[in-house]
């Protein structure tokens, strides 16, 4: 992660926040003095955000890449894990959408997920976000944003992540 880290620093344009939720709720069975006591588990998720760049047909790693130039697609992986010992109920997870780069449509996948998008900086998340349009009689009617307003994609899984369990998400970006 640290030469990603770098890359970054490297690289201004790329800030990203990668957000993980999720709560507590799993259990374990410890003996104590001949008495069976139930204790609540605790998850501890750990997420890395990986990084890679489309050229010539090939995926190279960002941190190797060098600079990316516009119409590049850079493809990005949030692989989660939970190395506690509790379930982790509730669990999302998500990234900005990088300034400088524009969500390609439909390239946000995680199994058994639910992805949703945002267009205001994290404050609301839609699985397909409306903006009003002005009508030609002066009339607005709710219409799809465009991809290129996306600010956030979020993944929210309704399954517990299980403790030893992970869990994996991806999308892509084009650079402007």
Same mark, same amino acid.
């Given at each position: 992660? &640290? ?7 490297? *690289? ?5 926040? *990668? ?81 400088? &780069? ?25 699985? *397909? ?10 009339? &607005? ?19 517990? *992540? ?15």
């Amino acid at each position: 992660m &640290t030469k990603l880290k770098r890359t970054f620093r490297a *690289l201004p344009l790329w800030a990203l926040i *990668l957000v993980a939720a999720g709560s507590a709720a799993g259990a374990m069975t410890v003996a104590r003095n001949g008495v069976v006591v139930r204790e609540a588990g605790r998850p501890e998720v750990k997420v890395t955000l990986a990084g890679t760049i489309e050229r010539g047909g090939k995926l190279f790693a960002l941190d190797k890449a060098g600079a990316v130039n516009p119409g590049e697609i850079l493809h990005w992986d949030i692989a989660s894990a939970n190395e506690g010992d509790g379930s982790a109920h509730g669990y999302k997870t998500g990234s900005r959408i990088p300034e400088g &780069t524009i969500f390609v449509a439909g390239s946000a996948h995680a199994e058994n997920a639910a992805v949703t998008y945002s267009i205001d900086k994290g404050q609301t998340f839609s699985s *397909l976000p409306l903006v009003e349009e002005k009508q030609p009689d002066g009339s &607005t009617k709710q219409v799809p944003a465009p991809v290129s307003m996306y600010t956030e994609v979020r993944y929210e899984w309704n399954d517990a *992540l299980a403790a030893g369990g992970k869990l994996s998400a991806s999308y892509k970006v084009r650079v402007k």
